[in-house]
């Protein structure tokens, strides 16, 4: 704003711009009806300036996503797709973080809060992920029954949904009946089999996710959309965007 105001100012001064600019003729005619002279319209055309500048500062948008680190920054972050340690054996994050709408990394909040009422919380494999990172994992791996098409987009794109378990009060994730991103009948919601304390452990983040609103799909245990999650659309922000807040 100061920038843009001084850059007007020496303009005007120099004459690099005709004192009238960048009033047209109706302008003109109210100015010259106003009986300004010219100084006087360049010191208007200053205070304009400084006031159109301000009205684009205070009416900036919300940022799109933010960082779950400074929303709720006990959250213990696992980002496998910025390791090696996924089902494509490929980093395909440049940067380790989970970036989510704000509206979802308040709800994801208010569940590590009632976790930690219980002496435990949530560690998160993957939030946010760009779409291009989307057409990539389709290039690697181009079967819908384990990557979502990025012609139709993941939900992940949209920055709504959410891969996590629990933890307890020393970090260590609970047992679940199988591990994050198996693709077989283990990793379904209605699976009986495995141990009891891993079908618990399993219901125990079903409940305390959609206790906040989330909700889950039959064949992910660790997958969660927030409400209305079809309302976002598809992204491609990269993971170190500057409008994430840090
Ligand atoms: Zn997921």
């Not at 100061?2 to 120099?14: D, E």
């Not at 609970?174 to 079908?199: A, V």
Request: a positive charge.
């Amino acid at each position: 704003m100061l920038l843009s105001s001084v850059i007007a100012s020496i303009m005007f001064k120099h004459r690099v711009v005709p004192l009238q600019w960048p009033l047209n003729r109706s302008w003109q005619h109210l100015f010259n009806g106003l009986g300004l002279r010219s100084w006087s319209r360049f010191w208007l055309a200053l205070v304009l300036s400084f006031g159109v500048a301000l009205g684009a500062a205070i009416a900036l948008p919300a940022p799109e996503l933010v960082d779950i680190q400074a929303i709720a920054p006990t959250i213990q972050l696992d980002l496998r797709y910025a390791t090696t340690n996924n089902f494509t054996g490929q980093k395909l994050y440049a940067q380790a973080r989970c970036l989510l709408r704000p509206q979802v990394a308040t709800r994801l909040a208010l569940v590590q809060a009632d976790l930690e009422a219980k002496q435990l919380g949530l560690k998160v494999f993957d939030c946010y992920r760009p779409l291009s990172v989307q057409k990539r994992m389709w290039e690697l791996v181009p079967d819908a029954n384990y990557v979502a098409d990025p012609k139709s987009g993941s939900r992940h794109n949209r920055g709504s949904a959410v891969d996590l378990t629990l933890v307890d009060r020393q970090g260590h994730a609970l047992p679940m009946p199988s591990e994050f991103d198996e693709f077989s009948p283990r990793s379904h919601l209605d699976y009986q089999g495995g141990t009891p304390t891993t079908r618990q452990n399993r219901d125990l983040l079903q409940t305390a996710m959609l206790k906040r609103g989330f909700t889950s799909i039959p064949t992910e245990w660790w997958h969660f959309d927030a409400p209305n999650w079809q309302s976002y659309p598809l992204l491609d922000i990269p993971l170190s965007a500057g409008n994430a807040w840090h």
